[in-house]
DNA sequence: TTTACAACTGTTTTT
DNA sequence: CAGTTGTAAA
């Protein structure tokens, strides 16, 4: 069980190639927290600390946790540590907050006071169960908005407060706090758990179970946490909770990077950090690996602008690099364009696409610059949006899965007792809740009770209960082809004019419960669906493919790219005008961008447009401040000229409308308007005219007698 | 009960 | 503009 004692050669290898703050950090004696500059190499030091510590016999793998804030960055230490010692890491602790505390609650689910096999609800379920909850209690949804609901509860289960312990100075508060009670109330009704309740469960589970945390105390002697600058207040005191007297905390993280302060990130955990364990300064690793300096000069530049930090600036010994370009295009469209063309120039010259990413501050704006890229026939990737676990398809097979597993799931009840459509309609569920309420019991058993009323209900309950029975013995996978093939979502979506899509990522759910019981070496249905909450899905298609790499700012961090296209800055969109009217809120808008910059090693562009479609509804925003921020001697501005000079034509291109947009138009029969827009192509193209009394109209441009004025 | 369509509304970032 | 909600008709 213990590891072998220590050699002279094999720790020291594993040291070789650092810089000596990176060594300190890896060798530091007991706790320590490390600022660690964006590109300085801190997964490095991080995995090499934990393999160090084991390779020196001071803990074995079974003594240490390790906290990643993503999943993709567990597996990538995984992988590491696999690739410098020759362990295995199945047993090690090694997750994300979410993944170590679900693992806590699975082992010692009678003493959190949880069912065996207890369900994770992620965001979409649990805003769905909280409209189900309103409406049952009969609450009045216009006043209390479910969402507004669902972040309260939030907010406060990530601040560690249940419902009785929060204050309510009004009535509105209030009633607030009693649906928070109500809300876990169904939840524990319904043997339930969402995300903060996953926290707080684990956090609750060791501070009130001596036993239990004395245990984990003494077994963990080393616990090292990434992205240290990510963890809210609840996830500190967890941590601090797993801490015996003989635990060390390593920390690594960068203040300058914390950009979830609007779900609970508390920046502050660093000092406090320091406080706590009596350390006079963190290790700082200012040297960057990861780009030219004008790159990081701009980064340095832009960051220098906030006033809340630790303060360091990053450093390296690469040269200068090409100059940041700057282009500005005319609106979205225009730099959509830009974009495609810039992709093209790139690939000409070699360079791979999947080496290219193209950020953006919000999903929405993907769509423009996918839908020019695509008409270029160029290949590209959007990361985030809808997961794959997250499709509605998806969800309708994992409620009959979840039914399987527990029948007493009433979100996965209602979810699929009428789809695909049955004749349950909303009389008969109205039947059915009433008799649960009245007795007390899950709709399922209501259900069960008065079966024979209702057809379509008993070919439900007689379903369900088939499935339960065929799969029961069954392997993982072929359980999930069973559910998936009785369910009769396949023959529904069949029969529908898209389904086509559905079907092949229903039958690709099948391949994912195959690809993990390979992988977490378990037949486990529950292990499965929680899986599925918890990782909502990478596993899309064809990730090693040669692409454009689309994504959100935030998607972006932990990445890096040879080159970095960052779009849309503009003021209120990045910065955006919704952090703008938050405390500390453009401080995080420009930690933002100092991710965004540090993503690239080699080139940087910056794109903003003059106006852009919101809403269907132009929109004009000025350059973003962040421009103004990075010195001007980095920057080179490309004109649109410069731009355009590129020889390739795209195929995207907006062919020659008559009217600009914004030109005063004439039309016979509503008089002076103004030309908002276009749409589609050749004959069927369209234009939107603005008129001062009747609004906006459509016409086909062909046969509307427009002529300017 | 289901379907079709009109009206309305809201849009930051996510484990 | 798109996704959801509500109302009317089949």
């Known amino acids: 069980m213990h590891a072998s004692p220590p050699t002279d050669t094999a720790p020291q290898g594993l040291l070789d190639g650092l810089n000596p703050e990176q060594r300190a950090a890896v060798t530091a004696a007991g706790s320590a927290l490390v600022l660690a500059g964006a590109g300085s190499g801190k997964t490095r030091v991080l995995t090499t600390r934990i393999a160090w510590l084991i390779a020196s016999g001071q803990v074995s793998p079974w003594g240490v946790v390790a906290v990643t804030f993503t999943n993709k960055a567990a597996r990538e230490m995984l992988a590491r540590l696999s690739a410098l010692l020759p362990i295995d890491t199945r047993g090690m602790w090694v997750g994300t907050f979410h993944g170590l505390c679900h693992r806590l609650l699975r082992l010692h689910h009678r003493e959190a006071g949880l069912p065996q096999s207890f369900q994770i609800l992620d965001a979409q379920d649990q805003l769905a169960a909280i409209k189900r909850l309103l409406k049952a209690l009969d609450v009045d949804s216009e006043r209390f908005e479910p969402r507004r609901v669902q972040a309260f509860v939030n907010a406060h289960k990530e601040a560690g407060l249940r419902a009785p312990a929060v204050e309510a100075p009004d009535p509105y508060s209030q009633r607030l706090v009693e649906l928070y ?211 509605a398809e998806i969800k309708h097979a994992l409620a009959y899965l979840r039914l399987t597993v527990n029948p007493e799931d009433d979100a996965a009840f209602l979810r699929v007792v009428n789809f695909p459509a049955r004749g349950v309609g909303a009389r008969t569920l109205e039947a059915i809740d009433a008799a649960a309420r009245a007795r007390g019991t899950s709709l399922w058993q209501a259900a069960c009770a008065m079966g024979g009323k209702n057809k379509g209900l008993a070919t439900f309950v007689a379903l369900v209960e088939d499935l339960r029975r065929a799969t029961a013995e069954l392997p993982l996978a072929e ?58 899905g990478e596993h899309a298609a064809a990730a090693h493919a040669d692409a454009v790499q689309l994504m959100t700012v935030h998607a972006a961090k932990g990445l890096e790219f040879h080159t970095v296209i960052i779009t849309g800055l503009e003021e209120g969109l990045f910065p955006h005008e919704n952090a703008l009217a938050t405390e500390g809120g453009l401080e995080e808008e420009r930690r933002l961008m100092y991710v965004a910059i540090t993503r690239a090693r080699h080139r940087l562009y910056l794109t903003h447009a003059r106006t852009r479609m919101l809403h269907g509804q132009p929109r004009y925003g000025l350059p973003s401040r962040f421009l103004d921020e990075i010195p001007p001697g980095l920057i080179q501005s490309l004109g649109r000229t410069a731009a355009h000079s590129t020889p390739v034509a795209a195929p995207t291109r907006t062919q020659a409308y008559p009217y600009p947009i914004g030109c005063r138009v004439q039309h016979t029969r509503y008089g002076e308007g103004v030309v908002m827009g276009y749409q589609g192509q050749g004959a069927q193209a369209e234009v939107r005219v603005s008129f001062p009394r009747v609004g906006e109209k459509w016409f086909i441009l062909a046969y509307a007698k427009l002529s300017p004025c």
């Open 479 to 536: 359980a999930v082809q069973t559910v998936v093939g009785g369910s009769g979502l396949i023959e529904h979506y069949q029969s529908e004019r898209d389904g086509a899509e559905r079907i092949d990522n229903l039958r690709e759910l099948a391949n994912a419960a195959a690809a993990f019981s390979v992988e977490a070496d378990s037949q486990d249905l529950a292990a499965f669906l929680a899986h599925a909450a918890l990782e909502a």
């Open 181 to 391: 009670a109500e809300y876990d109330a169904q939840c524990q009704r319904e043997g339930v758990v969402d995300f903060a309740e996953l926290l707080l469960r684990a956090y609750e589970l060791l501070s009130r179970n001596a036993l239990l945390r004395e245990h984990y105390q003494s077994r963990f002697r080393h616990i090292l946490v990434d992205e240290f600058q990510d963890t809210s207040r609840l996830q500190y005191r967890w941590l601090r909770l797993l801490m015996g007297p003989e635990t060390a905390l390593f920390a690594v993280g960068d203040d300058d990077q914390s950009i979830y302060a609007f779900r609970g990130a508390h920046v502050g955990n660093m000092a406090q950090f320091l406080q706590d364990l009596g350390l006079a300064e963190p290790i700082r690793l200012t040297q960057n690996y990861r780009s030219q300096s004008n790159i990081l000069e701009a980064a340095n530049a832009v960051i220098r602008h906030n006033r809340q930090r630790l303060g360091k600036d990053l450093w390296t010994t690469a040269g200068a690099g090409e100059p940041i370009r700057h282009y500005e295009a005319q609106d979205d469209a225009d730099e959509a364009r830009f974009v495609v063309e810039l992709v093209q120039a790139l690939h000409e010259d070699g360079r791979d696409y999947r080496d290219i990413a193209v950020l953006y501050r919000a999903n929405a704006q993907s769509r423009a610059i996918e839908h020019a890229l695509f008409t270029a026939g160029l290949p590209y990737r959007v990361y985030g949006g809808l997961r794959f676990f997250e499709r």
